[in-house]
């Protein structure tokens, strides 16, 4: 068996990997944990993280500043090989997961024990990166396109930008090329591939390299790389201490990666997502002015109708699906109702919170 480079409890490969999803699919709702009683101990639970980037900067920081033991939970963080933190969650291995916009609905619209508690980004740090012969995004018709493999993140997000040129995904050629960025830009380096989409900081180095940048994603606003909190609906209904706890200690997080630089970078590059320091700078000072980490994290509607729209063609079905039951913005609701985010944030967040709010799915 081939590692995928996940940790020896998920390490699944290819076929296996279909199998374990249509196995765990069709397992009944077992809950996580026996009550919903206040612990009156810390809560163990596992989370797992797809990405070594910025999107999981939330959850280090949350881990390392202390946040998750403030709100009554020591967690345990897993990097895992999508889809096996979606299935981790599916099975009871893990309490939540933060997952990508597409396979976090997808997995929702054909499993009901999951939900969707909110969104810490919509936004994000990919750019298109092309060979040096390359330098229009209307030149990629018929070249070959490296992904992780077709279906995951980056593949979903590529799509998105190659319809806005009206380029038909049916000509372009995908290869899976790595699931992580360094080996999508190693296959650009080799001429595997003619593009590929790659997260800060693994783009600046391409660049650097004199491969020319098409597109850098966080530049359209209508091109949502949303970031979902994937519970089980059991743990979300009789464990709500968890849940909370979660939503809670991000926010906090989020506002020690806007309040703390250098921290922030340090925290960065112990768990993989920069090499050094200079690394680590460039992607704070990506994420900090483009402010990608969400204060209030309301699942938005703008982002579910992109994955609609994005999946319009595989997933036709999605269009008429009721996503009323898969996402649930009721706990944000309660917390800024309780005055949390504005505790945390300051007064400055009510503007934010309304005009989130407002946007929100489900109004």
């Not at 997952?99 to 990919?126: H, T």
């Not at 704070?284 to 729209?309: D, Q, T, W």
Request: with cysteine; aromatic share 10%; glycine share 8%.
């Amino acid at each position: 068996m081939n590692n995928c480079g996940a940790p020896r409890a998920f390490r699944f490969c290819g076929r296996e990997i279909i199998a374990l999803i249509a196995a765990l699919l069709s397992l009944g709702s077992v809950s996580i944990f026996a009550q919903s009683t206040p612990p009156v101990k810390l809560q163990k639970a596992t989370a797992l993280y797809g990405a070594r980037s910025g999107a999981s900067w939330p959850m280090w920081i949350a881990k390392d500043g202390g946040y998750y033991r403030r709100y009554g939970l020591d967690v345990e963080l897993v990097f895992g090989v999508h889809p096996a933190p979606i299935a981790a969650v599916i099975s009871g291995q893990a309490v939540m997961t933060p997952a990508g916009a597409d396979p976090a609905l997808l997995s929702a619209s054909k499993d009901p024990s999951l939900v969707l508690l909110g969104s810490y980004l919509n936004k994000g740090s990919f750019a298109l990166v092309a060979s040096k012969s390359i330098n229009q995004i209307g030149q990629l018709a018929g070249k070959r396109i490296g992904v992780g493999r077709v279906g995951d993140p980056p593949y979903h997000f590529t799509l998105s930008l190659l319809r806005k040129y009206g380029i038909n995904p049916k000509d372009i050629q995908w290869l899976s090329v790595g699931v992580d960025a360094a080996a999508r830009a190693a296959s650009l380096h080799t001429g595997q591939i003619d593009a590929t989409l790659v997260t800060a900081p693994s783009y600046f180095r391409l660049e650097a390299a004199g491969f020319p940048v098409l597109a850098v994603l966080s530049d359209y606003d209508d091109i949502y790389i949303s970031t979902y909190y994937l519970f089980r609906r059991d743990t979300a209904l009789t464990n709500r201490i968890a849940a909370e706890g979660f939503i809670k200690a991000h926010a906090e997080a989020i506002k020690r990666f806007y309040d703390d630089r250098s921290f922030a970078m340090q925290v960065m590059i112990k768990n993989g997502g920069a090499k050094d320091m200079e690394d680590a700078g460039r992607v704070y000072n990506l994420f900090a002015k483009s402010r990608m980490f969400e204060p209030v994290p309301y699942v938005l509607k703008g982002s579910v109708e992109g994955v609609i729209e994005r999946q319009r063609q595989e997933q036709p079905y999605l269009k008429d699906f009721d996503f009323s039951r898969s996402i649930d913005n009721s706990l944000v609701d309660q917390l800024v109702k309780e005055g949390f985010f504005e505790r945390v944030f300051g007064p400055a967040i009510k503007e934010e919170q309304q005009k989130k709010q407002a946007l929100s799915y489900g109004r």
